[in-house]
C-alpha cells in the first residue's frame, strides 16, 4: 500500500467533492471512509485510476449519508450526480484547497489549524505545539471551526496571509522531521509564488529554500541532532542558498517588509557565513529587533535573546531571557545554553536536564540528554 500516494490524492479528492456541493465536514468524513475502503482492497485489487476510484467511493460515502436524512427525490437527484465511471484528469487542487479552507467566516487561527488537520495531514497534537496550546484546547477549535463552515459553499476563498501562515507550519512539521511535508511545502510555495506578485509570499519561499538547503547536515548517521555551529557547510546545498538569497533580495527591494522576509534575511546571514565563528550576530540582533517590532512573538523573542547573548555576551543574553515567560518552550534549553557559554557549568548541565526532560520529540531529548553528560564530564575531568 503507497500511503504516500494516498496521501497526495486526498487533497485532490477532497476538492472535488467540495465542488459537487458537499459540505467541507461531510466530504471531509467520505474521504477517510474512501481512505479505509482503498487500504483494505488496495493490496489486492489496486486500481487504475487512484484518484477515480477515491473520489468515486468517496462521493458514494457522502451520498449515503446524506439519504439517511434526505427525501427520496433528493436523493434521486443526487444520484444522477455521481461521477462517471473512466479515468478522472491528474490535477493537482492542494493549493486551492488550502485557500478554500482559510474560507471567511472563520478566524485566521481557526483556518490555520484547519487546514492542517484536514489538507496537510498533521495530528491535532502536532497543531497544538506549533501554537503553543494544550491539545484539548487544539481539538476544541479544530471541532469549532468544522462546525463553522458545516454547509456553507467555499465560493470565498480566504486571504494569502493565512495560507502563507499553514505552509510555514507545514513546513516546519515537514523539516523537524516528525511528518515529510517540507519538500510539498516548498512545491505548494513555489506555485504561489508564480500565481502572484506578494512580497511576503518570496519571503516565504526563500525562507523554506534557504532553511532546506542544511537539511542534510540537521542530523548524524546515527539519527541524533546536529546544532546549526557544528553543521558541515561544505555540505549545504549552495545552488539553493542562493536561489534563496536572490528571492529574498528582490523581495527586500520593494521595502514592504513583513515577517517572513525577516526570517529569511536571518537565514540568510546564517547561510553566509564561511564558520560559526564568523556568523554577523550583530546583523542578526538587528533583524530579530525588526522580526520583534512586527509580531511581538514570545518565541521571536526566546530566539532574539540567544542573539542578544551572542552579540552582546552571555549575561546580557541571560538578562533578554528573564523577560520572558520560562513555561515557553526550549526556554530552559536556551538558558542552558546561555549559562554555558557564561562558565557556570554546573548551572547549564542542570538546565540541559531539565530541558530534556521537556523536549517535544525523542531527538532532541537525546540532545540535550547528551548536553547535559559533556558538561558533567567536564565538571570532574
Known amino acids: 500500500m503507497d500511503e ?26 467520505a474521504v477517510q471512509e474512501a481512505l479505509v475502503e482503498a487500504v483494505r482492497v488496495w493490496p489486492v485489487d489496486p486500481p487504475r485510476d487512484a484518484k477515480g476510484w477515491l473520489v468515486t467511493v468517496a462521493w458514494r460515502r457522502f451520498l449515503d449519508a446524506r439519504r439517511a436524512d434526505a427525501s427520496r427525490r433528493r436523493r434521486e437527484d443526487r444520484v444522477e450526480e455521481e461521477p462517471a465511471p473512466g479515468p478522472t484528469p491528474a490535477v493537482d487542487d492542494t493549493l486551492q484547497l488550502y485557500f478554500l479552507c482559510a474560507h471567511p467566516s472563520l478566524t485566521p487561527s481557526s483556518a490555520v489549524a484547519l487546514t492542517l488537520r484536514a489538507v496537510g495531514g498533521l495530528t491535532t497534537r502536532q497543531i497544538a505545539h506549533a501554537y503553543l496550546v494544550p491539545e484539548a484546547t487544539m481539538a476544541q477549535r479544530i471541532s469549532r471551526a468544522k462546525r463553522t463552515v458545516s454547509g456553507v459553499r467555499f465560493d470565498q476563498p480566504g486571504d494569502v496571509a493565512t495560507v502563507l501562515r499553514v505552509l510555514y507550519l507545514v513546513f516546519n512539521e515537514g523539516y523537524s522531521g516528525d511528518v515529510d511535508l517540507a519538500s510539498e511545502a516548498i512545491r505548494l510555495t513555489r506555485q504561489l509564488a508564480a500565481a502572484i506578485d506578494h512580497p511576503e509570499v518570496a519571503g516565504l519561499l526563500a525562507l523554506m529554500l534557504i532553511h532546506h538547503a542544511r537539511r542534510a547536515t540537521r542530523t548524524a548517521p546515527d539519527g541524533s541532532l546536529v546544532p ?33 522576509q525577516a526570517q529569511a534575511a536571518i537565514a540568510a546571514l546564517h547561510a553566509d557565513a564561511p564558520t560559526a565563528e564568523e556568523t554577523d550576530w550583530v546583523q542578526i540582533l538587528e533583524w530579530y529587533d525588526e522580526l520583534t517590532r512586527l509580531t511581538d512573538s514570545p518565541v521571536v523573542r526566546l530566539n532574539r535573546a540567544v542573539a542578544v547573548g551572542e552579540a552582546d555576551g552571555p549575561r546580557a543574553g ?53 548536553q547535559a553528560a559533556r558538561l558533567n564530564a567536564r565538571r570532574h575531568l
Open 4 to 29: 504516500a500516494l494516498l496521501r497526495n490524492l486526498t487533497p485532490s479528492v477532497l476538492t472535488v467533492l467540495v465542488r459537487r456541493g458537499a459540505d467541507f465536514a461531510a466530504a471531509e468524513d
Open 228 to 260: 546549526l555551529a557544528e553543521q558541515d557547510r561544505g555540505r549545504w546545498d549552495t545552488a539553493l542558498i542562493a536561489e534563496g538569497v536572490q528571492i529574498l533580495q528582490t523581495a527586500l527591494a520593494r521595502d514592504r517588509l513583513g515577517e517572513f
Open 318 to 370: 541571560l538578562a533578554a531571557l528573564a523577560a520572558l515567560d520560562d513555561s515557553l518552550p526550549r526556554h530552559t534549553a536556551v538558558a542552558a545554553y546561555l549559562h554555558e557559554r557564561d562558565g557556570d557549568l554546573a548551572t547549564a548541565a542542570r538546565l540541559y536536564a531539565e530541558a530534556a526532560r521537556k523536549a517535544p520529540n525523542l531527538a532532541e531529548r537525546d540532545h540535550l540528554t547528551r
